[in-house]
């Protein structure tokens, strides 16, 4: 099992900073992908920004040029700059890749952090 762990959420005022990160655990064998969703209630939960294992990062339009995903080994991180009340949401961190399965096996994993809640006032 992987396991996702996000922290760094928070309460800040409009056009503060915030850095989220996520650290993934377990038996990793290769990362391909780490992402981080923002869900607020009531809608579904969006993509922020994605980080491939070869690069090429992507963002949803709404936070280009203000959030960067960076990432160190098995640790995502998104730096939130200039943030808004719209970016008010439960940011949740996806790691996607290969571990060691039962008998030796390698299999795909796809894990979900609980969530860290991100709060902007105006």
């Known amino acids: 099992q992987v396991q996702v762990v996000e922290s760094g959420g928070g309460s800040v005022q409009a056009g503060g900073s915030l850095r989220l990160s996520c650290v993934a655990s377990g038996s990793i064998i290769d990362i391909n992908a780490m992402t981080w969703f923002r869900q607020v209630p009531g809608k579904q939960r969006e993509l922020v920004a994605r980080?491939?294992?070869?690069?090429g990062e992507n963002y949803a339009d709404s936070v280009k040029g203000r959030f960067t995903i960076s990432r160190d080994k098995n640790t995502v991180f998104l730096q939130m700059r200039s943030l808004v009340s719209e970016d008010t949401a439960v940011y949740y961190c996806?790691?996607?890749?290969?571990?060691?399965?039962?008998?030796?096996?390698?299999?795909?994993?796809?894990?979900w952090g609980q969530g860290t809640q991100v709060t902007v006032s105006s």
């Open positions: 996806n790691v996607e890749g290969a571990q060691a399965g039962r008998w030796g096996h390698v299999e795909p994993f796809d894990s």
């Open positions: 980080l491939p294992a070869r690069g």
